[in-house]
């Protein structure tokens, strides 16, 4: 029985590890679409995404069948709880991705502004995060995962400074409104792109320190405790 529980998550895992490389893959193309002025990096983001999502379902299917057929306990419990976390989180990536890539094709002739705004040093983070939370899980990297909780604030504060900047071309410029405005949503998904490798990072805290670190600093400062 044993032998074939390592089995089921070994097959779970390689699942895992394809469908992080299509994100990886997604989250890479439009980075470089932004960064090398190269629209044509856009296409295939939504392809790939078609294929995220049967690996979704795919690896939620698996999980379920590990925790009915073999009813882990303990960290063989909480790797599965996480995996299905993480699968979840991955999913959204994709998502996101393909928002990214819609937004930049709508404000590609402004590359300038893009440019000036910093919103390809912020993606530039962000992408850096989701590799790193995606390397954190599969190498069971606790410190690395931290790394990337730590980083959240960081993609925060460049989204916070990036729409002073495009909310005053506005004001200068009205002709840059409805461009400026595609590039305020577009920071928005790459702040939820940062988000999703903060919970992947959170999540490997929880399988490997049995930690529920998520929204600890929010309930922090509103004096809520997190522990049972």
Sequence with gaps: MHEHFEEELEKLNTNLLKMASLVDEQVERVFTALD?????????????DVEIDAYDNLILAQCENILAL???VASDL???MSIIMINNQLERCGD????ISQRIKKAFDHIDLIKESG?????????EMVKHSIDSF??????????????????????????KVLVERMKQNPELIEPASHLIVLTRHIERLADHATNI???????IEAKIVAHKKKLSNRGIEDEP
């Design 119 to 127: 919103i390809i040093e912020m993606i530039k983070k962000a992408k």
């Design 96 to 99: 996101i991705a393909v928002n």
């Design 70 to 72: 073999f009813q882990p």
């Design 138 to 163: 599969l190498n069971k990297d606790i410190d690395l995962a931290y790394n990337v909780i730590m980083q959240d604030n960081e993609v925060d504060k460049m989204n916070k400074q990036i729409f």
């Design 78 to 80: 909480r790797y599965v």
């Design 36 to 48: 090398t002025k190269n629209i044509e990096m856009c296409k295939g983001v939504k392809a790939k």
């Design 201 to 207: 990072a959170e999540n490997l805290v929880f399988y």
